[in-house]
């Protein structure tokens, strides 16, 4: 009888801790998808403002409203944010695609050489090359924009696009080349081994062998390429000074110099929110299209170190 009310204790024990549990689990699944939407709504909600303020008119804006979305909506505001006078959208598109084209080229291909270096070649000193490329993720790249300014304008490359794409071909970002090393460290050298066996050089292998099963990490910098440059403000301000060679970036800043030309007091918001699109939208499509590619990018590139 002893034994029996002993063994009816210890299983209500048991699911009681198991009931426990469970109900820790619930309330933290809760609590995660509360701060997850309390973040989006964060998120969204800006985004949500810009895209509402650049259908309205002036007299919609001037009315209030908050976060309403106008009734009509005025798509034509986007036409007209990009054909206002004074502004030339298409030169900034055409300049920003540009310099894009340029760093994601030469960024993809530089990275991708000396991480295959770093990774799989053997050097005098490689390992000690390798710790000055760590130590130079920690300077900002700020610093640098004075001498490589000199060295431009000594080139008589100032006022082009050049100073935008030629670092990105001589080498790209440290950070860069250590994730696309840390990846390469985590394909099997086996692979490379017997490529090497049936004949095929240091070129094959890497873009035969390494390049195709490095996809994931790819097409990680090329989103950090990408949108880094997109929203780029800084470099574009130093190196350029002709309008027609601006950037977005600049041209929504010309834009809005051009508004408040006037009197200080005539910024249309709603054509500054459209014309902002331009700067928002393609970058967030990038993102939500190749997000997989980047999730895998990053987690794989850190595996092996």
């Known amino acids: 009888m002893a034994q029996t009310v002993s063994g009816v204790s210890i299983t209500k024990r048991v699911g009681s801790k198991g009931n426990t549990r469970a109900l820790r689990h619930t309330l933290g699944v809760v609590l995660t998808y509360l701060v997850l939407t309390v973040g989006a709504i964060t998120v969204l909600v800006p985004f949500y403002s810009q895209i509402a303020t650049s259908l309205k008119d002036a007299g919609q804006i001037a009315a209030g409203g908050g976060l309403s979305f106008p009734n009509p909506a005025h798509w ?83 006022d082009t696009l050049w100073p935008l794409i030629i670092p990105a071909w001589l080498g790209g970002a440290p950070s860069f080349i250590f994730l696309l090393r840390q990846f390469f460290l985590g394909v099997p050298g086996e692979l490379g081994e017997a490529a090497v066996v049936d004949g095929a050089g240091t070129m094959t292998t890497l873009f035969r062998i390494y390049v195709p099963l490095a996809k994931p990490a790819l097409a990680a910098v090329a989103i950090f390429v990408f949108i880094g440059q997109w929203h780029d403000f800084l470099a574009p301000l130093i190196y350029l000074s002709n309008e027609h060679h601006f950037t977005l970036t600049l041209g929504i800043n010309q834009f809005v110099a051009n508004q408040q030309s006037g009197g200080g007091q005539s910024t249309t918001w709603n054509l500054l929110q459209a014309s902002s699109m331009a700067i928002v939208l393609p970058p967030l499509l990038v993102f939500l299209f190749f997000q997989r590619f980047f999730i895998e990018g990053i987690t794989l590139g850190g595996v092996k170190g």
């Open 76 to 158: 034509h505001n986007y036409i007209d944010a990009f054909t206002t006078p004074g502004t030339s959208f298409n030169y900034y598109f055409l300049n920003t695609i540009l310099i894009e084209i340029g760093q994601l080229s030469g960024t993809l291909l530089t990275t991708t050489m000396a991480a295959y270096a770093f990774a799989r070649l053997q050097a005098p000193f490689k390992d000690q090359l390798f710790f000055l490329v760590l130590a130079l993720i920690a300077v900002p790249g700020v610093i640098m924009l004075i001498p490589q300014y000199f060295i431009y304008t000594k080139l008589h490359l100032t």
